[in-house]
């Protein structure tokens, strides 16, 4: 594997671990997805994680009905007007996700050492001996000894919400299985795996596409979790079938890594996708224990080098209930910034946990922590050697840009960009300031009326590391004259002044275009 990020150049003071961490109006640069559901839907609530970091907004589709996502959606809305906070909007699929039907939602009890039958007769009502699912192909897809694995959500494999099974009789299209671990299944929604075996069911289902093309077009996402993607095709299918509902065909894809199947085609699920969602929970099933590390440092590692975003989920499980992480959580997190993540997704730590507000933030001082120790210098000279040379003329203006910022201690890197390439590309070195992406908006017509672009781009850079977008004035074009630049200019710097980014006397590397020639500039600001 890949050395350690750790910058260890000058040992750290044990002292300086107790100093308090100076507040700053970024809680960190390492991005944090949020999922929204019951226990944070509110209006008060969502201005809470917006204020802690939440920069991406989760909606997860796996529960809940259109109506409701709607409602949350309307709330965050109102919440990042109130907190003059940009969020992006994210449509989680359910994919062909194996569920146990519990129509009654009354707890079922399952005792160590005694058999359940699994039954894709959903008419059925949910026992201890009894255990209706959402697949008819289940008996075909299993054989004796096979494990299979019941959770709420969680997918830790410790809680006592979840069940070990193993096939013992495939009896018609029912599924015999001994119990491994006494359990209580409370509530409705309970999510089956069967490790390593392939389900065949398409990646993205037709109550995904109906989801996509009501609430995903009524609403413009900017992101589509792609769960349980297995292949590239996967992906191809998902664009082309964006690329016909209008302004979705800007929507980007991030593949969610869940199985075995999508781990051995994940080079060419890369090259497909726009990011990578490492989804630890079900991912952390089908693999040994001591493998999911392995994977998540080589997966992140190659999503560096292609300079797509890197996404790690399942960071704090045990904040779904606790106020606090474990020792090991925290250290977890930290660890996911150091191999070079660009975002921490929380699932149910946000969806049903009673401290949403407090996990976000907390996460995201674990992340700012990370981050004052990334050894960035290591991490540029790799990114550059893999590359190689000749470099594209983008990579060249980016990476020389993240130099020259960090030779001169520059606060802040300021980047003119319309499609958020140049951002993004900027990003891909790990400047250690942030990259304030000015997104200059783009006329379009249908010679009915004139629109502008730009926000699609603005939004979607919330997910990247290190970025933070603001929306130019339309009537300032990307490429004019030197006038009109220093005109976008003072605005972007006094924006970063506003926030504490850029104070007097801070350097200041801007790189844009004038014309069709690629300029760095590097300033000193003066009130």
């Known amino acids: 594997m890949h050395s350690s990020h750790l910058l260890l150049e000058e040992p750290i003071r044990m002292a300086s671990i107790l100093e308090p961490s100076k507040p700053t109006f970024f809680p960190a640069m390492t991005r944090i997805v949020g999922t929204l559901g019951p226990k944070s839907q509110s209006v008060e609530t969502i201005s809470g994680c917006l204020k802690a970091g939440m920069s991406v907004a989760r909606f997860d589709f796996s529960w809940g009905d259109a109506q409701f996502h709607q409602e949350t959606l309307g709330n965050l809305k109102v919440a990042m007007k109130s907190t003059n906070k940009l969020c992006a909007v994210m449509l989680d699929t359910v994919g062909p996700e194996l569920q146990v039907v519990n129509k009654s939602e009354h707890p079922i009890s399952l005792q160590e050492d005694t058999l359940v039958v699994l039954t894709p007769d959903q008419d059925q009502e949910a026992t201890s001996n009894l255990l209706p699912v959402n697949f008819s192909g289940l008996a075909k897809a299993v054989k004796k000894g096979d494990t299979i694995f019941i959770g709420q959500y969680l997918f830790t494999g410790s809680e006592t919400t979840s069940v070990w099974l193993e096939v013992t009789e495939v009896n018609g299209e029912d599924v015999v299985c001994l119990i491994k671990n006494s359990a209580t299944l409370a509530g409705s929604l309970y999510t089956l795996n069967v490790s390593q075996i392939r389900i065949d069911l398409p990646t993205l289902t037709d109550k995904d596409k109906e989801i996509i093309s009501t609430w995903g077009v009524r609403n413009t996402i900017d992101f589509l979790s792609l769960s349980y993607t297995r292949h590239a095709e996967d992906v ?10 209008g302004d979705l065909n800007q929507t980007q894809i991030f593949a969610k890594i869940e199985n075995v199947e999508g781990l051995n085609h ?22 040994p224990p001591e493998k999911v590390f392995l994977f998540q440092k080589a997966a992140v590692y190659k999503c560096n080098m292609a300079g797509k975003p890197a996404v790690v989920t399942r960071v704090v499980d045990s904040m779904t209930d606790n106020l606090r992480p474990t020792r090991a959580e925290a250290t977890d997190v930290a660890n996911a910034v150091l191999d070079g993540s660009d975002a921490i997704l929380l699932g149910a730590e946000t969806l049903r ?39 594209t003329h983008l990579e060249s203006i980016a990476s020389s840009a993240v130099r020259a910022a960090i030779k001169v201690k520059a606060s802040v890197i300021i980047c003119f960009t319309t499609s958020g390439r140049a951002a993004r590309l900027i990003a891909k070195y790990r400047p250690t300031m942030p990259v ?9 017509t249908n010679q009915l009326r004139w629109t502008f672009s730009g926000a699609f781009e603005a939004r979607q850079s919330l997910i990247v590391r290190g970025i933070f977008p603001m929306l130019a004035d339309p009537r300032h074009p990307a490429e004019t004259t030197d006038a009109t630049n220093e005109s976008i200019l003072k605005i972007a710097l006094d924006h970063g002044k506003a926030t504490g980014v850029v104070k007097s006397h801070d350097r200041v590397v801007i790189c844009q275009k004038i014309g069709d020639t690629s300029v760095i500039k590097i300033m000193e600001h003066e009130d």
């Open 236 to 245: 191809r299918h998902a664009r082309e079938f964006l690329s016909k509902l």
């Open 266 to 287: 994940f080079d060419e699920i890369l090259q497909e996708a726009d990011g990578i969602i490492v989804s630890r929970g079900i991912l952390g099933i089908d693999l």
């Open 353 to 391: 946990g009673l401290y949403p507000v407090e996990t976000i933030s907390i996460v995201g001082k674990i992340c700012s922590e990370a981050e004052k120790v990334f050894n960035q210098d290591f991490y540029f000279k790799r990114a550059v050697k893999n590359v190689g040379e000749p470099m």
């Open 436 to 444: 304030l992406s000015v997104v200059i908006p783009r006329v379009k």
